[in-house]
């Protein structure tokens, strides 16, 4: 009896049809392949518009038109579509993002069939990282940890963007030796429940592709596929353990993180100002004002005489003019006035 032939359908999000260059959250269209073997053959191309139902959220279009698909290969995604699209099976990644679509596709159905067969990893250089906790109160638990505890902090991150906080905790090994992660989210009001506090397990792993391939294949959740983290070059993955526990898987395969283990140093983003700074620090530090409103300031400093109107009042007044034959500023005519002059 002749085996059926192995086929993997795949979206891709490509505005030149070519590569794989789109961004998940501005994409309206998605070119559909059937991946077999013998290569990949282009289905169709599906429009978010020709899908869209009346006052339904794109997210909810796109899972709703690629529940087929079990792997879709965009340019960029965050983890919050991420996740709510693997919670419909559909794998998300952004590794392949700038490659050619034919190239990536062969890689992916390659490792993706190999991935029931492949022996197990070589976890020699696997380890524990960290634990994380979420706290109602970061000073209070930074308390208990340093001082009751006599934990150091290693680290200290506030995301503004994400409204919450983040300390790494440890004792003499440092980064080198399993660490607490605590999380403080900004927004939050009420207390943790017991056991509505913890966050994940992070393990340190090589090769997270072909694990997370090979957990996948193994009936293994992942609620977030391998993806590039926000705040560095380095691939992380979250999996669900058989109680519903996330762990985290960390790639250090690839010189992201340091080889102890310490996450990579946030980037300061690129920003033209931050050139001019470089290149013009007087004139990046000057604000331009318009002209009424310079000429006013500088009125108010002293360095421009009364203004006409003014001048005509402080005439009357019989109040005199600067020393030096000048029409009082504002400062001066002040001083003169308190003075009683």
């Known amino acids: 009896m002749d085996q059926p032939v192995p086929r993997l359908r795949i979206a891709v999000a490509s505005r030149d049809g070519a590569r794989i260059d789109q961004h998940f959250g501005q994409a309206d269209r998605f070119l559909i392949y059937d991946v077999t073997p013998a290569g990949a053959d282009l289905l169709e191309e599906r429009r978010l518009a020709a899908h869209a139902r009346n006052e339904e959220n794109p997210r909810d279009t796109i899972r709703r038109m690629l529940a087929d698909c079990p792997v879709l290969l965009v340019a960029k995604i965050g983890p919050a579509p991420q996740e709510m699209l693997a919670g419909a099976g559909i794998a998300a990644s952004d590794l392949q993002a700038g490659q050619e679509i034919e190239a990536a596709l062969a890689r992916i159905f390659a490792d993706k069939t190999a991935a029931p067969s492949a022996p197990a990893p070589d976890s020699a250089g696997f380890r524990l990282l960290h634990a994380m906790l979420r706290v109602a109160d970061l000073e209070r638990s930074l308390a208990f940890y340093v001082d009751l505890l006599g934990m150091t902090l290693l680290e200290r991150r506030e995301h503004k963007k994400n409204q919450f906080s ?24 009420t207390p943790y429940a017991p056991g509505e506090s913890f966050g994940h397990l992070a393990i340190a792993v090589s090769g997270i592709t072909r694990l997370c391939d090979r957990l996948a294949a193994a009936g293994v959740t992942l609620p977030r596929p391998p993806r590039a983290q926000r705040h560095g070059s380095g691939i992380v993955a979250f999996a669900l353990d058989p109680d519903g526990h996330r762990i985290e898987l960390v790639d250090m395969s690839d010189g992201a993180h340091a080889p102890d283990g310490s996450p990579p140093p946030r980037r300061r983003p690129f920003h033209v100002r931050s050139i001019r700074h470089r290149l013009y620090p007087a004139h990046a530090r000057r604000r331009r004002l318009p002209p009424q409103h310079e000429r006013r300031q500088r009125r108010r400093r002293g360095q421009l005489g009364a203004h006409p109107r003014r001048r005509l009042q402080l005439h009357h007044a019989g109040i005199p003019r600067r020393p030096g034959g000048g029409l009082p500023g504002v400062r001066h005519h002040a001083a003169v006035i308190s003075a009683g002059r």
């Open 166 to 189: 983040q300390v790494y905790l440890g004792y003499g090994g440092g980064f080198g030796a399993m660490t607490l992660e605590l999380v403080f989210n900004w927004n939050r009001d």
